[in-house]
């Protein structure tokens, strides 16, 4: 309901990442994928989808130089779903080609793998640019579900919570679009789960298991570098399950050579050139900004720019992590925060011990260790965006968003239950029953704002 809800290319950042996968769909169909400037190709039909004031068939012929084209669904209003009534799923028929100046997200191109399929199926079917743009948004739904599913299968303890972080607002509408978040994830859920399972379970470690987790750290470790963190989950498993030392040795090298080896082919142009640079420019700030350089010099400052980002931004991490604005971050598609605050509590009832529950959690050193990851990764996250997006005349690091801590929301979740808190009644069901008329309410609230928007 959400991919139907919030109109395609409404996402956060979702134009480029629909021109990634329509790269990776060129690539696929074994035509060029760009012109010797970089810019995509794209078929001519579809460029209306990102100059709203074009018809199907109509061509760019470099309007997006001129003049700042409107997307479709980068501001839903009632004309968003009137353009799309009206122009339909059908293609024109014809395969003529140009290529779009809006810029591609540089990462693995594995990222964009289900949502170019979804691509590919469509101009195999001759539909057009609506038609490829669902497509493209559903193949990366099901590649979402599919995976969080078997992560839920995967876990010895805490289905529940897992199933109560996907079904918040800001993880469904990222699941239902083009983002690279849906895999960034759905694969942070997987290695989750995978690494609870040969803590906790009964078995050994097998090859197989090993093998499974560098593939997953070797295909997310490049769509967001922070999330290398998560690799400290390793570390809960107990050296017995491995047989020896020495096989435990040999599988975290093997991990990490899988993580090492992905990260230095896609990302080490962008790593050598922020640890380099001894001047930075932030572009959209007009100004400069911090280096590697300065914060080796100035740790004091730098941490207490983070301590007041805490404080300052604390809430708006909140509210952007389970949804309060949806769209491009669009603040009249709100969510009331009350209802913010309500799935915000039945998430920590979620993961708190109940009669009739599960008796294996984190706890002790296990648990310390699991809280700690998740300050890391929330201090990765504000220190990249520290480097490569916060002016030097702010106090605070600007461009962290709350969605940004969902893929260790449910490890977090799961490190709060203890012996301390017990619920009196197992509520489960009901809880999680909420959550789904809370989307309902949600997914009726948006309908109605985008239909009287103007």
């Known amino acids: 309901m959400y991919l139907a809800v919030l109109a395609p290319l409404s996402a956060p950042d979702e134009v480029s990442h629909f021109i990634s996968s329509y790269r990776l769909s060129n690539t696929i169909l074994g035509q060029p994928a760009a012109d010797g400037k970089g810019h995509v190709y794209i078929r001519t039909q579809d460029a209306f989808v990102l100059d709203t004031d074009l018809n199907p068939g109509e061509s760019l012929a470099g309007q997006e130089e001129t003049k700042d084209t409107q997307v479709l669904g980068q501001t839903l209003t009632e004309h ?54 669902y497509l493209g948004r559903f193949g990366n739904l099901l590649f979402f579900a599919g995976i969080t599913w078997y992560a839920m299968r995967q876990l ?22 083009f983002s690279y978040d849906a895999m960034i994830l759905s694969l942070s859920f997987l290695f989750s789960a995978v690494t609870l399972k040969l803590t906790y379970g009964a078995g050994n470690v097998r090859k197989r298991d090993v093998a499974l987790m560098a593939a997953v750290m070797g295909v997310l470790g490049p769509c967001k570098m922070i999330y290398g963190v998560l690799l400290g989950l390793c570390l809960l498993i107990p050296v017995k399950k491995f047989g020896n030392g020495r096989n435990w040795l040999l599988s975290a090298a093997a991990v ?71 769209g491009n971050l669009d603040q009249v598609l709100d969510v009331p925060y009350v209802v913010i605050l309500a799935m915000t509590f039945t998430l920590f009832f979620l993961a708190m011990k109940k009669p009739g529950g599960e008796t294996v959690y984190l706890a002790g050193g296990r648990r310390a260790w699991a809280l700690f990851l998740c300050l890391a990764c929330v201090g990765a996250a504000m220190f990249s965006m520290f480097i490569a997006w916060t002016p030097a005349s702010s106090s605070i690091v600007m461009g962290v968003q709350g969605r940004y801590f969902l893929p260790f929301l449910p490890v977090f979740l799961m490190a709060l239950k203890n012996n301390w808190i017990t619920l009196t009644k197992n509520r489960d069901r009901e809880l999680l029953f909420f959550l789904v008329c809370a989307n309902g309410y949600v997914l009726l609230r948006l309908f109605s704002i985008v239909s009287i928007r103007i």
């Open 80 to 133: 968003t779903y009137r353009k799309i009534h009206d122009t339909g799923l059908s293609g024109t028929g014809t395969q003529e080609m140009e290529t779009t100046v809006k810029p591609p997200v540089e990462t693995t191109p594995l990222a964009y793998l289900p949502q170019a399929l979804g691509i590919v199926l469509g101009r195999l079917l001759g539909l057009g640019g609506l038609g490829l743009l």
């Open 156 to 177: 010895p303890f805490g289905k529940e919570v897992l199933f109560g972080v996907t079904m918040l607002p800001m993880t469904l509408h990222l699941a239902a679009s």
């Open 256 to 326: 990490l050579a899988v993580y090492a080896g992905a990260m230095i082919l896609v990302n080490s142009a962008t790593i050598a050139q922020y640890a380099a640079e001894t001047e930075s420019f932030v572009g959209w700030a007009g100004e400069s900004g911090y280096t590697f350089e300065w914060v080796l010099h100035n740790p004091v400052k730098t941490l207490r720019i983070f301590y007041n980002t805490i404080l300052e931004k604390g809430d708006y991490y909140h509210l952007t992590m389970m949804g309060n604005w949806l």
